[in-house]
């Protein structure tokens, strides 16, 4: 089992920037993919950033250039630094844990990550 603890989040006003951290605990391997999802009601999960232990990075589309996600491998953290914030950004964001070769993927098969509890990110016009 792996726990996720996230942190940071809120309201923010279009234009503005938060950062998102988040920390994995209990059986963590040493090879292994973190990253962020997020959600807003009825719809799936969509990729938002992720990173392997090795440095490969995805981004979704809609972040691209405003986002940049970075991670500590030595304690096992990960950040998002989010940047010119839109309204279309808001949503419940969601650290995952999954193998490096299935980090990106989770949109598709949840169930194979572990995810933390979310935190809400508003972002107001």
């Known amino acids: 089992q792996v726990q996720l603890a996230e942190s940071g989040g809120g309201v923010v006003q279009a234009g503005g920037s938060l950062r998102l951290s988040c920390v994995a605990s209990?059986?963590?391997?040493?090879?292994?993919?973190m990253g962020w999802y997020r959600q807003i009601p009825g719809n799936q999960r969509e990729l938002v950033a992720t990173i392997t232990t090795g440095g490969t990075t995805n981004y979704g589309d809609s972040v691209k250039g405003r986002f940049t996600i970075s991670r500590d491998n030595a304690k096992n953290t990960v950040d998002l630094q989010m940047s010119s914030l839109k309204p279309e950004d808001s949503g419940v964001y969601f650290c995952a844990y999954a193998g490096p070769g299935t980090i990106a993927l989770l949109s598709r098969d949840p169930s194979q990550g572990y995810w933390g509890q979310g935190t809400q990110v508003t972002v107001s016009s």
């Open positions: 209990g059986n963590v391997y040493d090879i292994h993919g």
